[in-house]
C-alpha cells in the first residue's frame, strides 16, 4: 500500500500511523531516565533498578545507513524490553562529532567543518526519531561543542600530571593523504583505517598516553568479562596487547659503551644465535653504523621510510638489509656477530632489536640465506636440518650444541638460561607486551586542542583549569587543506600567548587531539551532562554505571573498546570511580551486505535506509533486521524480504481491531488452548529476548498471530477473553521491534498510549508449561522448518528428525554439513560447509 493511500478502519497504512505516533511520543517524551522523579528539585527519587544501555556513539558523516539501521534496531529492543519490564533506564545518545571525515568534507565543499558536522547531526536526529529509537534526548552531546572538550582537556591534564600523557620525538605511522599521523591501532593491513591510503613512517615530536602502564591489568580484568563479552573480542584484545614471557639480553656492540638490550621469548636458543638485527630508523642504527658503511645505510634507510609496515612484516617478500660493519658479542659464549640493519625489524617493537636464530626463525633463515650467514641447530626437533632445507624447525626438543644447556627440553632450558644471564649479570627474566603507547596527536584542525603552551623557559606548562576550554579558533574561510603540519599552526593570535607561569611571550600547542579520546569517556558524560563541576558528577556515575549492555560493531573491538577501558582504570586510580571495567556487557551486530559483498557505491549494490524506510515503513525494517538472524551474524539484504514483513505486521495490525470483548474481561473464562499458547509465547519469547535469540522470538509471535487469526476465524472468536488477552500480549511484545504498529494495535484495544510502557505480560506456569515443544531448524542462523516434540526427546532423536525435513534437505541442497549443533528439545543448527 502505498504511504499517501488513506487509512481506513480495516486498511493499514504505514505512513498515515507514523505520522500520527511521532508527534504523540516527541509531546510524551517517555523515555526519560529518572521518569517518575519529575524534574522538580524536591521531587522524590526513582528508586526502581536501573539499567543503563547504551549504543556505540554515531558519526555525523551524513544521514543513517543500513547499518545504523540493524545495530540501533537491536539496542533498541533491548532498551524497550527494560522499560516494560518497569526498571529506570538510561538509553542515551549523542555524536562523536570531531575527526578527520568532517574536516575533510568541509574543505571539499569549501566549507567549516562545524556547518558540515552540526548539520549532519540534525539530519540524524531527525532520522533517529523517525526509525523510534528509545532514546533521553535530555541527555544529547556533541564532542565538538566546548563545553564537553573542556573536560576533554581537563582529563588530559589528569593524565598528563599523571605521567601518563607525555611527548616524545619518534619514528610515526604517517598517512600522506590525510597528512596527519596514526596510532598503530589505526593502522589496518598497512593502510589508513580512514582513508585507506599506504601508511609511511615519519619521524615526529608527537604526545603520547602511556596505556602500556596497564597493559597486564588490561589483561586481567577480562576474566569478569568471560561469557559477557564475545570471545573473539576479548581473543583480539589478548592479541593485540600481546604479553609474552622471556628474558632481556644485553649484547656489547663494539665500540660502544652501553650494551644494548634485547627481548627474547627464546633465551634458550641464544647459541644459536649468528648474527644481530636493528630496524634501520632506530636511533641505534645510526649511532653505530661504521663510516665506511654510513653512505649504504643511509640509502638504505631512505629505501626503507617508502615501504609500508605491511610489506616489511611480509614473509613471502625478499629479504633486504645492509652490514652495518660493527659487531655484537654474543654474551654466553663470546662469538663476534655481525650486526645488521633489515627492514623486517620495526623500531617500535621491543627494542628495535633482535638477536637473530636462524636455525630456528623463519624470517631469520631466510635473511641469513640471502646474505650467506651461518645457521646453527642448537634445539633438535628430529626435523631436517634447516641450512640444506630452508625451513626452520621452531618446534620444542632437546638442546644441542648449547653447553650448559645441552639434554634439556625448552622448559628447563629457558628456566636454567635465564638463571645463567642473571647471574652472569648480562640478562634477566622479563614479561613484555605487543602493546605500544596510544600516540593520540593529529596535525589536523577540527578536533580537540591539546591544552599545553610551549614556553622557552618553562618548557611545556598546562593551561590552567579556570582557562579551560583551550577553544578553536572560528578560521571560517581558512585554507584548512592538509599540509603535514595543524593549519592551527597559522593562526599566529591563536598560537602567541603568555605562559601560564612566567607570563612570558610562549606557543600554544597545535596539535588536536584524536578522536578516539572524545569517545573514551563520553558515556560517563551521559550520566551528568549538563554538570558544571567536572567531567561528570561522581555520584550519578556511582548510581548508572557501570554499562549493563553496550551494543556496537566489533570493529571497534580493539581501537574504542580497549581506550575505554584505559580511561576507566586511570579515573579508578584518580579516585572518581569506583569499579575499573565500564561495560559489563557487549553484543556485536553484524554488518549488512547486498548479495555477498560490502556495500560500495563502486560494485553497484549498496541500499539506502532512508529509500527502504519509505517503501515499506519503519516498523517492517526494524522487524526485518531483527528477523534475519543472530545479531551477529551478517545480514544479507538481497537474501531478506521487508515486504514479508510489512504483510505480517499487516496482520498482526488487523487482530486487533478484531477484538470485541470490553477492556478487563477475566481471561480465565476464554478458550484454554488459546491460552496455552498465548502464554508459552510469552515465557519463550522473553526467554529468547534474554538471551539475544530475536529472530527465534519473532518466529514466536508470528506463530501467536497466526493462532490468534485461526481462533477469531474458525475458533471461539472475536468476542473470547482469551482473544483479547492474547491481542493485548502481542501488542506489548511487538512494541520492542514495531514500536509504531503496536501503538496503534494498543488505540485499537481502547488502551491511552503509550504501549511502550504499558508493563511486560506475565505468564501463568501451568499454561505455559510445554505438552510437546517446538523445535526449530536453522541453517546458518535463519529458519527453515520447525515441528512439535516431545520435551523430553533425546538429541540425536532430534538430529534425525531434522535430517529427514524435506525443507532442510531442500535449503541444504548440494552442500556439505561442517557443523551441526543440537540443543534439545528446541534447536538444531546446521553450519553447511
Not at 599552526?489 to 605562559?499: E, K, M, N, P, T
Not at 553497484?604 to 534475519?628: H, P
Not at 533425546?794 to 556439505?816: F, I, M, P, T, Y
Request: glycine share 8%; aromatic share 10%.
Amino acid at each position: 500500500m502505498s504511504q499517501a493511500s488513506p487509512a481506513t478502519p480495516d486498511a493499514y497504512d504505514f505512513g498515515t500511523i507514523q505520522n500520527k505516533w511521532l508527534p504523540v511520543w516527541l509531546r510524551m517524551d517517555p523515555f526519560r531516565a529518572d521518569r517518575l522523579a519529575g524534574d522538580a528539585p524536591d521531587s522524590e527519587p526513582d528508586t526502581r533498578e536501573r539499567r543503563y544501555l547504551l549504543d556505540m556513539f554515531p558519526y555525523p558523516s551524513g544521514d543513517l545507513h543500513m547499518g545504523h539501521g540493524e545495530a540501533y534496531a537491536f539496542g533498541d529492543l533491548v532498551a524497550r524490553y527494560w522499560f516494560q519490564k518497569g526498571y529506570n533506564v538510561l538509553h542515551p545518545i549523542g555524536w562523536d562529532s570531531f575527526g578527520l571525515p568532517a574536516e575533510n568534507a568541509a574543505i571539499r565543499r569549501n566549507a567549516h567543518p562545524s556547518e558540515w558536522t552540526y548539520a549532519n547531526i540534525e539530519t540524524q536526529a531527525e532520522s533517529f526519531k523517525r526509525y523510534g529509537v528509545s532514546f533521553d534526548w535530555s541527555r544529547r552531546l556533541h564532542t565538538s561543542d566546548p563545553d564537553y572538550y573542556r573536560w576533554t582537556q581537563w582529563l588530559f591534564l589528569r593524565f598528563y600530571e599523571r605521567g601518563l600523557a607525555y611527548r616524545r620525538a619518534s619514528y610515526v605511522n604517517w598517512c600522506p593523504k590525510d597528512q596527519t599521523v596514526l596510532a598503530n591501532e589505526q593502522v589496518i593491513a598497512g593502510n589508513c583505517e580512514r582513508c585507506g591510503s599506504p601508511v609511511t613512517k615519519r619521524e615526529l615530536t608527537q604526545w603520547y598516553f602511556k596505556i602500556t602502564d596497564y597493559a597486564q591489568r588490561l589483561l586481567d580484568d577480562m576474566g569478569p568479562l568471560e561469557g559477557r563479552w564475545p570471545e573473539r573480542v576479548l581473543t583480539m584484545q589478548r592479541n593485540w596487547i600481546g604479553r609474552s614471557e622471556g628474558a632481556y639480553v644485553d649484547f656489547v656492540i663494539e665500540g660502544r659503551d652501553e650494551p644494548v638490550t634485547v627481548f627474547t621469548t627464546r633465551p634458550d636458543t641464544l647459541y644459536g644465535a649468528t648474527f644481530f638485527v636493528v630496524a634501520p630508523e632506530a636511533k641505534l642504527a645510526s649511532e653505530i653504523v661504521a663510516p665506511s658503511q654510513r653512505a649504504a645505510f643511509e640509502a638504505y634507510l631512505e629505501q626503507v621510510k617508502r615501504e609500508t609496515e605491511i610489506e616489511r612484516l611480509s614473509t613471502e617478500r625478499e629479504k633486504t638489509g645492509v652490514f652495518l660493519g660493527v659487531h655484537a658479542i654474543n654474551p654466553v659464549n663470546g662469538e663476534r656477530i655481525p650486526v645488521w640493519a633489515a627492514d623486517y625489524v620495526l623500531a617500535d617493537y621491543g627494542t628495535g632489536a633482535i638477536m637473530a636464530v636462524p636455525a630456528h626463525d623463519q624470517r631469520d633463515l631466510d635473511f641469513a640465506r640471502k646474505f650467506d650467514i651461518p645457521v646453527r641447530v642448537v634445539v633438535d626437533t628430529g626435523e631436517p636440518d634447516p641450512a640444506e632445507t630452508g625451513v626452520a624447525t621452531a618446534g620444542e626438543g632437546v638442546h644441542v650444541n648449547s653447553s650448559l644447556i645441552d639434554g634439556l627440553g625448552k622448559i628447563d632450558g629457558v628456566r636454567t638460561m635465564i638463571e645463567a644471564l642473571e647471574q652472569r649479570g648480562v640478562g634477566k627474566g622479563a614479561v613484555t607486551y605487543r602493546l605500544r603507547d596510544w600516540l593520540i596527536s593529529r596535525q589536523r584542525f577540527w578536533g580537540c586542542p591539546i591544552p599545553i603552551v610551549h614556553c622557552p623557559s618553562c618548557g611545556e606548562v598546562p593551561v590552567p583549569d579556570d582557562q579551560l576550554p583551550v577553544e578553536l579558533p572560528d578560521l571560517r574561510g581558512a585554507d584548512l587543506s592538509p599540509k603535514g603540519t595543524s593549519p592551527l599552526a597559522a593562526v599566529s593570535d591563536w598560537v602567541q600567548v603568555d605562559c601560564p607561569k612566567c607570563g612570558g611571550e610562549a606557543r600554544r600547542d597545535t596539535d588536536t587531539m584524536d578522536t578516539f579520546v572524545d569517545s573514551s569517556w563520553y558515556y560517563l558524560r551521559y550520566c551528568s551532562p549538563g554538570y558544571d563541576g567536572g567531567p561528570f558528577n561522581p555520584e550519578d556515575v556511582q548510581r548508572w554505571m557501570p554499562i549493563d549492555q553496550y551494543v556496537g560493531g566489533v570493529e571497534h573491538a580493539i581501537l574504542h573498546l580497549l581506550y575505554s577501558r584505559f580511561f576507566t582504570k586511570v579515573l579508578h586510580d584518580m579516585g572518581v570511580v569506583d569499579f575499573t571495567e565500564p561495560f559489563k556487557a557487549l553484543l556485536n551486530q553484524g554488518q549488512v551486505v547486498n548479495q555477498g559483498k560490502a556495500m560500495s557505491k563502486s560494485l553497484g549494490n549498496g541500499v539506502d535506509l532512508s529509500e527502504q524506510l519509505g517503501k515499506y515503513g519503519v516498523d517492517a525494517i526494524r522487524l526485518t533486521m531483527v528477523f534475519a538472524g543472530p545479531p551477529e551474524d551478517d545480514i544479507d539484504w538481497a537474501d531478506v524480504s521487508p515486504s514479508g514483513s510489512l504483510k505480517f505486521i499487516q496482520r498482526a495490525w488487523r487482530l486487533a481491531g478484531d477484538v470485541t470483548s470490553e477492556r478487563g474481561v477475566d481471561p480465565a473464562t476464554g478458550d484454554t488452548a488459546l491460552r496455552k499458547v498465548t502464554h508459552r509465547t510469552i515465557k519463550e519469547f522473553t526467554e529468547h529476548v534474554e538471551s539475544f535469540k530475536f529472530n527465534v522470538g519473532i518466529a514466536r509471535l508470528m506463530e501467536l498471530t497466526s493462532t490468534i487469526r485461526k481462533a477469531i476465524d474458525s475458533g471461539p472468536g472475536p468476542a473470547d477473553p482469551a482473544v483479547r488477552e492474547a491481542v493485548e500480549a502481542l501488542a506489548v511484545m511487538l512494541s520492542v521491534v514495531t514500536p509504531y504498529t503496536a501503538e496503534d494495535m494498543w488505540e485499537r484495544l481502547g488502551f491511552e498510549p503509550t504501549v511502550a510502557l504499558a508493563g511486560w505480560p506475565s505468564y501463568d506456569a501451568d499454561l505455559a508449561a510445554a505438552e510437546s515443544v517446538t523445535a526449530v531448524v536453522q541453517i546458518a542462523g535463519k529458519l527453515r522448518d520447525k515441528f512439535d516434540v516431545s520435551p523430553d526427546i533425546s538429541e540425536d532423536e532430534l538430529r534425525q528428525l531434522a535430517l529427514a525435513s524435506e525443507k532442510v534437505r531442500n535449503a541444504l541442497g548440494d552442500r556439505e554439513i561442517r557443523r551441526l549443533i543440537v540443543r534439545a528439545p528446541k534447536l538444531v543448527n546446521i553450519v553447511p560447509g
